[in-house]
């Protein structure tokens, strides 16, 4: 019998090989297996969503900015699973000014740390409650624990895209930047890999990915609502067809000079701990574009859910 990883495997070489009926097949009852050992509650999600959208008005927001500060400057990289964040990552941390931190828990640790009892479950509900010094001190805990040998570091959590509001409370002078890559490319790809941590366990069941995928595109729609221009959209396909006019984008929006080694991101040598670590080591490629094509017909019921993003 095989294992998780040997199914994953083999569905990706009948995948190499052409043979997608059989290659999303294998793919279903890997999937299957892994979430049935996994803990997935739509109730809990949708809360959380509803609690986001509900305290982060514009005005909340705006009412308890903290005063500008300007070294180091976080830079949020927000988004899906396998929707390039490590490559966006990958560039920005080839800038001599820029430390890449990964996928962190900082943030989310800060605030577990500073609500009432220690009872995150509370958040956001509570955070209406807390003090201009807690929020001062959720600050601190978190650039406590960051870098500061360089002006600018990336925080990579991208479940982050649910203190979006909190990060502009916390540090008005952030970078948020949102990962976008076309929807089925991006389920297909999480759906196709088995992750090295039990967190993310929504990508294994197609469902259950679909119903996060529009709660946190809701979530996003909220912020270009209630933090305006705070939150930049870096699409992986326009990188993949322009990748040094996309380049010239993102470091302007980091507020970053022009570094001709960002486009030789793959020589950059530093540790990359995600799924992606082999990939950003090679030069832009295109096979990842429109990967969801031959396997469309199996996707519809996906494709339903994702109706208003497709």
């Known amino acids: 019998m095989m294992s998780l990883g040997e199914q994953f495997a083999a569905a990706r070489a009948l995948e190499r090989a052409g043979e997608y009926d059989a290659a999303f097949s294998a793919l279903?009852?890997?999937?299957?297996?892994?979430?049935?050992?996994?803990?997935?509650?739509?109730?809990?999600?949708d809360e959380a969503?509803?609690?986001?959208?509900?305290?982060?008005?514009?005005?909340?927001?705006f009412d308890r900015i903290a005063p500008a500060r300007h070294a180091p400057t976080?830079?949020?990289?927000?988004?899906m699973p396998r929707s390039g964040s490590t490559l966006v990552e990958q560039?920005?941390?080839?800038?001599p000014l820029v430390s890449g931190l990964g996928e962190v828990p900082y943030l989310g640790e800060s605030v577990e740390q500073i609500m009432p009892r220690g009872d995150a479950a509370y958040y956001p509900r509570l955070l209406p409650y807390l003090t201009d010094r807690s929020l001062g001190r959720i600050r601190q805990l978190y650039l406590n624990r960051v870098p500061h040998d360089r002006p600018f570091f990336t925080d990579k959590m991208l479940s982050n895209f649910y203190h979006v509001g909190l990060v502009k409370m916390l540090f008005p002078h952030a970078k948020v930047i949102h990962c976008v890559r076309d929807p089925l490319d991006t389920c297909l790809s999480c759906f196709a890999l088995l992750f090295n941590k039990d967190n993310l366990a929504f990508t294994y069941d197609l469902q259950a990915m679909g119903?996060?995928?529009?709660r946190y595109r809701r979530i996003m729609e909220h912020w270009n609502v209630a933090v305006p221009g705070f939150v930049f959209d870096f699409a992986y396909e326009r990188v993949v067809e322009d990748i040094e006019g996309q380049v010239h984008r993102l470091?302007?929006?980091?507020?970053?000079?022009?570094?001709?080694?960002?486009?030789?991101?793959y020589e950059n040598r530093r540790e990359v701990h995600t799924c992606s670590?082999?990939?950003?080591?090679?030069?832009?490629?295109?096979?990842?574009?429109?990967?969801?094509?031959p396997f469309r017909r199996h996707l519809e019921p996906l494709r339903r859910i994702l109706r208003d993003y497709v």
């Open 28 to 45: 279903l009852a890997a999937n299957a297996e892994k979430f049935a050992t996994l803990e997935w509650d739509e109730g809990i999600e």
């Open 49 to 61: 969503m509803s609690d986001v959208l509900a305290t982060f008005s514009r005005d909340f927001i």
């Open 74 to 79: 976080p830079v949020f990289i927000v988004g």
């Open 91 to 95: 560039i920005l941390a080839t800038h």
């Open 211 to 214: 119903n996060y995928f529009v």
């Open 251 to 265: 470091l302007d929006f980091v507020g970053l000079p022009w570094h001709d080694e960002c486009l030789r991101f």
């Open 277 to 293: 670590k082999d990939q950003v080591r090679l030069p832009i490629y295109r096979q990842s574009v429109g990967r969801a094509l």
